[in-house]
């Protein structure tokens, strides 16, 4: 039998919730090309802000896990909210 250290487990678990944080982002990103692509199609529609809010939330978990370098946005909200919330941008 293979015994696993504390450490271990919990390099698996961040890489476990690592992973599922990416996935809700990638749900996220593709809902918003969704609305950008039906854009096109329909009046003006403003994008939603549920993408920068988990950006933001998965880069806070990351940087309190290790901290970051840089937070890298092109969006002056996002880039103002980076900085209220501590992060280095």
Do not use: C, Y
């Not at 690592?18 to 982002?25: D, G, N």
């Not at 939603?48 to 806070?60: C, V, W, Y």
Request: net charge positive; proline share 3%.
């Amino acid at each position: 039998m293979k015994l696993i250290s504390i450490q271990d487990l919990k390099a698996k678990r961040s890489a476990m919730v690592a992973q599922m944080l990416s996935s809700v982002i990638r749900v996220l990103e593709a809902r918003r090309n969704l609305i950008g692509l039906a854009s096109n199609l329909l009046p003006a529609v403003t994008t939603p802000r549920s993408l920068d809010l988990a950006h933001l939330r998965s880069a806070l978990w990351f940087h309190a896990a290790e901290r970051i370098n840089r937070f890298v946005t092109m969006d002056s909200s996002q880039e103002e909210a980076a900085r209220e919330l501590g992060l280095p941008v």
